[in-house]
């Protein structure tokens, strides 16, 4: 029987955790598969690590793991954290979802439909924000296809094979859609509505989404190097062109020259500076981020089997 691990990292979710928990289990229990249903505490304030392990299980199919981050490691740490976690076991898929409910759990049955891919995205077709959050986010989106060339239209939600699991823990990532979004794999994308969250309003605002979105352009930092070079080139050769028509003008015409020519001649070399100051800010950033990203994280946690109804092994890898 294939073996799935579901990773949640959670972080002050005490009011839903166990509601979430009973959801999973409804839409998993009757499936033809070990589950593994992986808790990553990200350091909560309130009583979330102490509620899991209160949970319990009659499904003879699902275990149920909490992994106690030592500290505070925000939403993407986490869930590296929980990949970390099972790139050590023999899973035939990993499973990422959030733990607000957000990331409906009865997609889980369609998704697994589709586990031979090595990547399963679920795209976002509807979101229940209020209108200013969803005007940004779309905002957002526009901004992200225009500067790196390519549609972002879905978030944590995925199924990913274990070789995928080995080259994200590796690498290392700030942003697990964007990273995901770059591998070159067998892809398959299924189209699911974002649920409302469990005990009422999204955590997610237009803070949230701002770093949010500053991680998905650092994590393409060449794709947008590459775009402010292109509008560098751009801005030369239009510069170029102005100044080739100024001297015709001038020494072959006779005509006279438009007194706005100058000003445009100048707001385009400011244009220029200011790309060539991008670009090389980009590079550095770059180069930091290739560094960071090359270092290989430890595991920052403290693992608690709370059920164990069958056995995983550790992988050979």
Known sequence: MKSIAIILPCYNESALIRKMKQLVEQHISDLQYNFEIVFVNDGSLDATSDIIKTF???????NITLLDLY????????????????????????LIMDSDGEDDPAAIVEILKHNEFELVQVVRAKRNEKLFF?????????????LI??????????????KLVKAL???????????????????????????????????????????????????????????????????????????????????????????????????????????IGIFITGALQLNILYKQKSAKRDKQFDETSIIKNWTVYKSDS
């Open 56 to 62: 319990n299980s009659s499904h003879k199919n699902i």
């Open 134 to 146: 969803r005007l940004s986010y779309t905002l957002y989106k526009q901004i992200f296809k225009l």
């Open 149 to 162: 060339g390519k549609k972002l239209n879905f978030g944590n939600f995925s199924l990913i094979k274990p």
């Open 71 to 94: 500290y505070n490691m925000g939403h993407q740490s986490a869930i590296y954290q929980g990949l970390l976690y099972t790139n050590d076991k023999k899973f035939d898929n990993i």
């Open 169 to 275: 823990v590796e690498k290392n990532f700030i942003h697990l859609a964007a990273t995901l979004n770059n591998q070159r794999c067998h892809k398959h994308q299924i189209s699911w509505d974002r649920a409302k969250r469990l005990d009422g309003e999204s955590k997610m605002n237009f803070t949230s989404l701002f770093y949010h979105a500053i991680n998905s352009l650092v994590e393409n930092a060449q794709d947008l190097l590459f775009f402010f070079i292109k509008l560098s080139a751009t801005i030369l050769i239009a510069i170029l062109l102005m100044v080739g028509i100024i001297i015709y003008k001038k020494f072959w015409s006779l005509a006279a020259i438009p007194g706005w020519s100058s000003s445009l001649i100048l707001s385009l070399c400011n244009s220029l500076l200011i790309c």
